[in-house]
């Protein structure tokens, strides 16, 4: 009984010590997920804005670019996946790995090649595990994301843009990561970053029913939209960045707000355990000595006799 009472205690300081990592994990989580909410406040006016003047840009061109204007038969679109590089985040990476097969899945679908690019090291795990090319990949800074880090992201998929599909370009550019709701909500999301629907950007930037001004191009039209579009592809590669941190955040802690409570929920019940055991051991004890004491006076008795 007593080794039973020793295994019991083992495990409530083993898991006590868990506890403790789990919950200053939990707020350390919690204290980047502000720092992460104000990136993405920051980022927004500069994104705005510049969607603004690619939705003026577009609307008054006549060029055709691959910003704005779609191939009449795509047939290979490159996917940027947004996961993370550590992991007790629940199924924060997993999510987004779900949503980026669902849409490998429909572009194969519609006969277009898929070119494959990661950030996080979870999504390149699940990738190398399964032995699938990936065009390229990014690790180390999923949790604090840079605009230098967008830059590196976007530049070849920029240059797989601007290629024709024979020379290994792509004629779509889509992006999956998290989406940032609330500290409660965080749903993985897909976009079509390239070629871009006029609608739809306008209606993200609150330009929708606007009469936009007209612009003279200087030194035309196909060069401003030559630079615009890595602008317009890092913005958007750092708001998605951003946003999947802070996601990432919010996912870990609530993980590690689920594990603080239920090692508190084992340590409970370990501890009842434990009291039960030493109870028994107690009342084993007790029973050991009025047995003894009864033979005791047993054997008093019968020596009288």
Request: no cysteine; charged share 25%.
């Amino acid at each position: 009984m007593g080794a039973q009472l020793r295994v019991y205690k083992r495990r409530i300081q083993a898991v006590t010590a868990t506890k403790k990592i789990t919950k200053a994990m939990e707020m350390i989580a919690a204290s980047r997920i502000v720092k992460a909410q104000r990136k993405v406040t920051a980022s927004m006016p500069y994104a705005t804005e510049l969607t603004r003047a690619v939705t003026a840009v577009a609307t008054g061109s006549t060029t055709k670019h691959p910003l704005t204007t779609e191939a009449e038969s795509p047939v290979r679109a490159a996917v940027l996946l947004i996961t993370s590089d550590r992991g007790l985040a629940g199924g924060y990476s997993s999510n987004a790995i779900k949503a980026a097969e669902r849409l490998r899945e429909r572009l194969a679908g519609e006969g277009k090649e898929v070119d494959t690019y990661i950030v996080g090291r979870k999504g390149v795990a699940y990738y190398g595990f399964r032995e699938r090319k990936v065009a390229d990949s990014w690790t180390g800074f999923t949790d604090s994301p840079s605009y230098a880090d967008a830059k590196n992201v976007a530049a070849p998929l920029i240059e797989a843009v601007q290629k024709e599909s024979a020379e290994g370009g792509v004629d779509e550019l889509h992006i999956v990561f998290t989406e940032f709701v609330s500290m409660m909500t965080q749903n993985a999301v897909d976009d079509r970053m390239l070629p871009l629907s006029l609608d739809k950007v306008a209606e993200e930037s609150g330009t929708k029913g606007e009469i936009l001004p007209l612009f003279d191009f200087e030194p035309s039209q196909e060069d401003v939209l030559d630079a615009l579009l890595p602008r317009y592809v890092e913005s958007r590669i750092y708001n998605a960045l951003l946003q999947a941190a802070a996601s990432e955040h919010a996912a870990r802690r609530r993980a590690m707000k689920s594990a603080t409570d239920n090692a508190g929920d084992l340590i409970k019940s370990l501890s009842r355990l434990a009291n039960a055991a030493r109870q028994a051991e107690i009342t084993q004890e007790i029973s050991e000595i009025v047995g003894g004491a009864g033979a005791l006076a047993d054997a008093s008795a019968g020596s009288d006799k």
